[in-house]
């Protein structure tokens, strides 16, 4: 490395308090998965040279945003007792964790955050944040099937509904893409939410085999606060 990380925890780095897992992230995830995040992105915050060669041509908004989600991801693999070298993307852009760790990264604006836990523990982990307001005109057409769309004008007022809807799709990909290495289509999964802060995905595909058997769908938490709507998936064993 070109030279030290700021030490998790410091003012300077993501927000922690407790053994694993502390923040937003925690409300929607088990206590196995060990999570850092941050509202802002810490100066002199250092990257791996593997890592700088991915954004050398990147703008400063993807710099910050690559950046700040791999010192929240180092610190969260610090917390879990594993020693973080680069995380680079692979296929499809999915992080490359370090052997027997299964993890997820979400970035917004005002937000950056990283749940990790060991594969012994969990098989998968879709996380993603959002602005906790309404999507641009013509995205929901874009990512709900009818019955979806049909679904939102049913649920109460006072949550942006239709981009809870967009962040739990984003979540199913993140954790189906690690078990299948396929991609999947926004409308190849049918999502139910749940005011009560839980939703459901029904995978609209043959079912893929996995070591756990078929795989059918998914069930997931989320949280609206802080002006966010933060959605998460954690697949068991």
Known sequence: MSGPLPTPGSSSGPLSS?????????????EVAATAETYADPPGVRLFPEEEAVIA??????????????????AALER?????????????????????????????????GCAVAHAADLRAIGLDAE????????????IALPEERAGLRLLPPGVP???????????????????????????EARIELDPAGGFTATLLVPPPSTVA?????????????????????????
């Open 131 to 142: 602005p906790a307001g309404p999507l641009p005109d013509g995205v929901l057409d874009a």
């Open 80 to 112: 879990l007792g594993v020693a973080a070298g680069p995380i680079l993307p692979g296929e499809r852009g999915a992080p490359g964790w370090p052997d027997g760790v299964v993890g997820s990264m979400t970035h917004c604006a005002g937000f950056r």
């Open 57 to 74: 041509r990147a703008v400063d908004k993807r710099r910050r945003e690559f950046t700040t989600v791999r010192h929240c991801a180092r």
């Open 18 to 30: 407790g053994p694993l897992s502390s923040g937003l992230l925690a409300l929607v995830l088990p």
């Open 213 to 237: 058997g078929p795989l059918t769908g998914f069930a997931g938490r989320w949280i609206r606060r802080d002006g966010l709507v933060i959605t998460a998936i954690a697949v068991t064993p």
């Open 161 to 187: 509904w239709d981009r809870l809807l967009f962040s739990a799709k984003e979540s199913v990909y993140k954790a189906w893409f690690p078990l299948t290495r396929r991609f999947l289509e926004f409308h």
